[in-house]
């Protein structure tokens, strides 16, 4: 029994898929690793910019360290397969990140 190569999306340029097709398995790991944290890091992204759009900013959360600004959001990071939640805003350009704690796996 043979089985057929996926087929790439349409919109994705001929460029990208060549160069996948060439690459060996291991890279293959690597690319869809950075391509899902590069995704997951340009929604967050956008959620803060959504979010400083917003003019009313709510009640500073208990837990927030005095050195985070109210805006931060929670994300949560995966570090050598255990998972991290951190505060996140952004200043100007750059987005800032201060480590909060563990996730809970029963959560």
Not at 1 to 18: F, G, K, R
Not at 66 to 80: H, Y
Request: proline share 9%.
């Amino acid at each position: 029994m043979s089985y057929e190569p996926p087929t790439p999306p349409a919109n994705l340029p001929t460029e990208i898929v060549n160069t996948l097709n060439e690459s060996d398995l291991e890279h293959l790991r690597d690319v869809a690793t950075y391509a899902e944290a590069l995704a997951e890091h340009k929604e967050r992204e956008a959620r803060l910019e959504e979010s400083e759009d917003q003019e009313e900013v709510e009640e500073r959360p208990d837990d927030l360290p005095n050195d985070v600004p109210a805006k931060a959001t929670i994300t949560i990071r995966e570090i050598n397969d255990n998972r991290y939640y951190y505060w996140q805003w952004r200043e100007g350009d750059k987005i800032k990140s201060k480590y909060k704690s563990p996730v809970n796996p029963d959560e």
